[in-house]
């Protein structure tokens, strides 16, 4: 990973709210506490590099790609987008379509390598005290985003990408107030270091691979 100069390997972290860490410092985002994890275990990697911003939908962040350029090849790509698509109303096919080239653009920065991409699912913030206030019907939220993080497994499984759930725990344990920041949404520090601890195993597997 590292190469023959020795050099840590570089991490792009692709999303929205949930890796840039609405509500959280920058040290208690995903992918920084992943990357530090890898370290411990012995990989060379950098702090990510994150492109991401509260609300964005896929094709907001593919705009916000093109504008922040970054420059490949990375070791390591993460990618965590679409539940700003199932907010709003977004169609599922839209999705499918942007999600699918995301994954393109997310593989092209790893050198084309899809075994150096990883992606996380969509949480549930509908089990959030800001959704019980909301006045959405739950269940509909429920069933909306898992036929959304149904199309990005496909997509994955069709490339070779790793897909790493982190909707379970999110479901079992995203309305205990340790999980969630000020605003009753968005997660806490100690939520995203256990989608750190679920992707590691995973993350540590691809930096493995030659």
């Given at each position: 990973m590292s190469g023959a100069t020795g050099r840590p390997g570089r991490f792009l972290a692709l999303g929205d709210s949930y890796t840039i860490g609405e509500g959280v410092d920058p040290d208690g985002r995903w992918p920084v506490l992943l990357a530090r994890a890898l370290r411990a275990d012995g990989r060379a990697l950098d702090d990510p590099q994150i492109?991401?911003?509260?609300?964005?939908?896929?094709?907001?962040?593919?705009?916000?790609?093109?504008?922040?350029?970054?420059?490949?090849?990375f070791a390591l790509v993460g990618l965590l987008i679409g539940v700003n698509n199932q907010y709003r109303g977004r169609p599922l096919e839209e999705y499918r379509q942007q999600f699918g080239e995301l994954l393109e653009r997310a593989i092209g920065f790893a050198g084309g390598r899809a075994d150096r991409v990883l992606v996380l699912s969509i949480p549930d913030w509908g089990v959030t005290p800001f959704a019980r206030q909301s006045g959405r019907d739950l269940t509909q939220v429920a069933r909306e985003l898992d036929a959304f993080n149904a199309i990005a497994r496909e997509a994955c499984d069709g490339r070779g990408?790793?897909?790493?759930?982190?909707?379970?725990?999110?479901?079992?344990?995203?309305a205990e107030p340790a999980m969630l920041a000020d605003d009753g949404l968005h997660p806490s520090a100690a939520m995203y270091a256990a989608w750190a601890q679920l992707a590691r195993p995973v993350a540590r597997g691809l930096l493995s691979a030659p």
């Open positions: 492109i991401a911003t509260t609300g964005w939908t896929t094709d907001e962040l593919s705009a916000g790609i093109d504008a922040a350029a970054p420059q490949g090849p990408v790793a897909f790493v759930d982190v909707t379970a725990h999110s479901r079992a344990h995203g």
